[in-house]
């Protein structure tokens, strides 16, 4: 009688050299997991005892490709099924004066967190099987307007765009789309912001609400409740009381 081999779950993450990317492999080893952990620090991805690393700058459509026969190798050769990609890599910067408008900001950061995410799709969502999950890196930013986040704020509003189309086009194929909102989360790249950010968490209590809502195939994981339901719900405030509010001193 033949022996039947079966594939062994793992999960894809870019931006898994810091921050949310590296608590959440952390989080998914310790659940069983196989762990492909993706970035461009050779050194930080190697911290992260347990995961196979993979070496890649996002925003470089050639390295993605290449990256993906790497991959595919990788998933043949050790009997891995790819269950879920999480797409994280990204970056923040603000538009410090929007009537002397930063074109080469708004640019960088498009190429960012949006571009590059199509290069991550193109090359990565043909390895992903029936029953499997595509979660997608977006912000509670994109609830409200805030001010100085014009690129910020756009780039992640495409990205909630992109996961609901992309939702409604791979349900035949049977794969999941699920699209991430964290409030403000420590991290690395938050450390740098200059202002309040009310209702912070760690990026470990991130990588759990991000494991339970792919887990439990969420549409929408946004997080913490308190703080993203508050902006839900200001967001159904008439836009000029809105604007009154965001430009108060």
């Avoid at 349900?171 to 999941?176: D, K, L």
Wanted: with cysteine; charged share 15%.
């Amino acid at each position: 009688m033949a022996t039947v081999t079966v594939d062994t779950p793992a999960v894809l993450i870019t931006g898994a050299s810091s921050g949310i990317g590296f608590a959440l492999a952390e989080h998914y080893l310790r659940q069983g997991v196989e762990v492909i952990a993706c970035g461009r620090n050779a050194q930080a991805l190697k911290a992260i005892t347990g995961a196979t690393a993979l070496e890649f700058d996002i925003t470089d459509s050639t390295q993605v490709e290449a990256a993906a026969i790497k991959l595919k190798q990788l998933l043949h050769n050790n009997h891995w099924q790819l269950q879920q990609v999480i797409l994280n890599a990204g970056s923040c910067e603000y538009i410090d004066d929007a009537l002397h408008f930063d074109s080469a900001l708004f640019a960088r950061v498009i190429n960012t967190n949006v571009v590059a995410m199509g290069y991550c799709l193109e090359h990565f969502l043909p390895l992903l099987n029936r029953g499997a999950r595509l979660g997608l890196m977006s912000s509670s930013a994109t609830y409200l307007p805030f001010p100085r986040a014009e690129a910020y704020g756009a780039s992640k509003a495409a990205i909630s765009y992109l996961g609901r189309s992309l939702r409604v086009d791979l349900a035949e194929h049977g794969i999941g789309v699920s699209v991430i909102c964290p409030g403000f989360v420590k991290t690395p790249l938050t450390d740098k912001n200059d202002f309040a950010m009310p209702m912070q968490i760690t990026a470990q209590q991130a990588a759990v609400a991000i494991y339970n809502g792919m887990q439990r195939q969420r549409n929408e994981i946004h997080f913490p409740g308190k703080f993203t339901w508050l902006l839900k719900l200001a967001s159904l405030l008439p836009e000029s009381l809105l604007v009154s509010l965001l430009t108060k001193k």
